[in-house]
């Protein structure tokens, strides 16, 4: 009797954020070898989360270590928010009555996407190529075994986004829906980008780490009978004093998504974990552990499996250079 055909196994990698020297080790530790343009696996290929730019000490070199694996075929990725921001900053408004860019050229958008700009002021052609090609990178890739977007998956907006594009991705129209603070695309692209959340009672607010003060907190987007603030509360942000225990209305309840046991394992990037890697749910795993904050660069080992193992990630520590 034959042995039935292993399938493909892929190794997914969390926000990258331009640390490039780390991505390199990490590859070499999972067997990957440059050669032929990019880095290969004999029997594996890669699948990055998003959030190649911004932040990190190489930027432009982690983003040429990428493409040369999505265009050789070794690797897929998803777009993250901070591409889709790059994206925004970047183009102009089509008309008078837009913005002169998509996202606005404030204090606090420009340092977010100030190192990238920075280390390619030198390479302008380049930043060019990749921005035209983040226009190709699908916001979510849904596989026989699993699933991969940046921050949340949305089952009911997903399909809707499918029945209107095919390679799922935003084209130049699609962006310029997305920039707009009303309708679907805006909804879509923040949801799959930034994922779920609540907006704070009151006057109260959160000051996040990177010195925003925000007046929303990020969710959970799988629940199992939530109840408190603290159920569904999913950020490094510590909720303010006295929220903490507070009993989520009928309304919030509403607003919350269900991602039950029974689906496909799903990952994500985007939200800034910390401690030993592990899965958040038997079929839930995050893989953004702050590498840009000398934390760590995390990949997960896909195979067969239908519960997500401890045992199947890999990381390698971030040092400033």
Not at 96 to 117: K, S
Not at 192 to 210: F, M, Q, Y
Not at 247 to 262: C, G, I, R
Request: with cysteine; glycine share 6%; net charge neutral.
């Amino acid at each position: 009797m034959q042995n039935k055909a292993k399938r493909q196994g892929y190794d997914l990698i969390g926000d990258v954020h331009g640390c490039a020297n780390a991505l390199q080790r990490l590859l070499k530790k999972m067997g990957y070898e440059h050669r032929q343009g990019c880095y290969r696996h004999a029997t594996r290929k890669v699948i990055f989360l998003g959030d190649i730019v911004d932040r990190g000490p190489h930027i432009r070199e982690a983003l040429h270590v990428v493409k040369d694996m999505v265009d050789l075929g070794q690797a897929e990725i998803v777009l993250g928010n901070h591409e889709y921001n790059a994206m925004c900053y970047c183009t102009r408004g089509r008309d008078e009555t837009d913005h002169i860019f998509l996202r606005e050229h404030n204090a606090r958008n420009h340092r977010l996407i100030r190192e990238t700009l920075e280390q390619f002021e030198a390479h302008p052609d380049e930043w060019k190529t990749f921005l035209n090609w983040f226009h190709e990178i699908p916001l979510f890739i849904e596989k026989s075994t699993f699933r991969v977007v940046h921050a949340c998956w949305d089952e009911q907006a997903i399909n809707q986004f499918k029945a209107c594009n095919k390679k799922h991705c935003l084209n130049l129209d699609q962006l310029y829906e997305s920039a707009k603070d009303d309708g679907f695309m805006h909804r879509l692209v923040d949801r799959l980008t930034r994922g779920t959340s609540l907006r704070l009672p009151a006057n109260e607010t959160i000051v996040s780490r990177d010195g925003f003060v925000r007046r929303v907190f990020r969710t959970k987007f799988w629940n199992d009978q939530p109840y408190t603030y603290s159920d569904v509360s999913f950020q490094p942000d510590p909720l303010p004093d006295g929220l903490v225990d507070r009993v989520l209305s009928d309304a919030e309840q509403a607003q919350l998504l269900k991602y039950d046991a029974s689906q496909l394992p799903v990952f994500v990037g985007h939200y800034w974990m910390s401690g030993e890697p592990a899965p958040i749910t038997s079929n839930v795993v995050c893989l953004d552990y702050s590498a840009v904050k000398y934390g760590k660069l995390v990949a997960y080992r896909m195979d067969d499996e239908v519960i997500l193992r401890p045992d199947k990630f890999v990381w390698t520590e971030v040092n400033p250079t």
